[in-house]
Nanobody, 122 residues
Framework: QVQPVESGGGLVQAGDSLRLSCVTSGGLFRRYVMAWFRQAPGKEREFVAAISVSGGSTRYADSVKGRFTISRDNAKNTVSLQMNNLKPEDTAVYYC???????????????WGQGTQVTVAS
C-alpha cells in the first residue's frame, strides 16, 4: 500500500497560483490512480482532480476545470496539482489520495495523506 504525503500549501491572494505536490512511499506508485480532494470548513470533502496510472487521462471537478492541472511523475512517485487563478472559494485543506487499479474515479479512494492547507485571501 502507498502512503501519500502532501506539501506546497500556503496563503495566497486571489488570482495567484500555487502548486501542490504529493510524494508516495510503500507501494508501486504506477499501479495507483491518484487524486486530489479538498475539504473547506463546515463542508464535506469533495473531489478535485484525478489522473490515470499512465498520466494519459485526467478528470476534474467542474469548479476547477480550466484553472487546475493534475500531473504525475511515475519515476519520482509524485503527483502534483497546479492551481492557477485561485479564488477565495478554493480555500480548503487539500488531500492527496490513491486508488489501486485503473478507474479514474471520483470516489472510493483507499489511501490518504494528512492534508495541506490552502488559503486564498480576497
Amino acid at each position: 500500500q502507498v502512503q501519500p504525503v502532501e506539501s506546497g500549501g500556503g496563503l495566497v491572494q486571489a488570482g495567484d497560483s500555487l502548486r501542490l505536490s504529493c510524494v508516495t512511499s510503500g507501494g508501486l506508485f504506477r499501479r495507483y490512480v491518484m487524486a486530489w480532494f479538498r475539504q473547506a470548513p463546515g463542508k464535506e470533502r469533495e473531489f478535485v482532480a484525478a489522473i490515470s496510472v499512465s498520466g494519459g487521462s485526467t478528470r476534474y471537478a467542474d469548479s476547477v476545470k480550466g484553472r487546475f492541472t493534475i500531473s504525475r511523475d511515475n519515476a519520482k512517485n509524485t503527483v502534483s496539482l497546479q492551481m492557477n487563478n485561485l479564488k477565495p472559494e478554493d480555500t480548503a485543506v487539500y488531500y492527496c489520495a490513491a486508488r489501486f487499479g485503473i478507474t479514474v474515479a471520483t470516489i472510493e479512494y483507499d489511501y490518504w495523506g494528512q492534508g495541506t492547507q490552502v488559503t486564498v485571501a480576497s
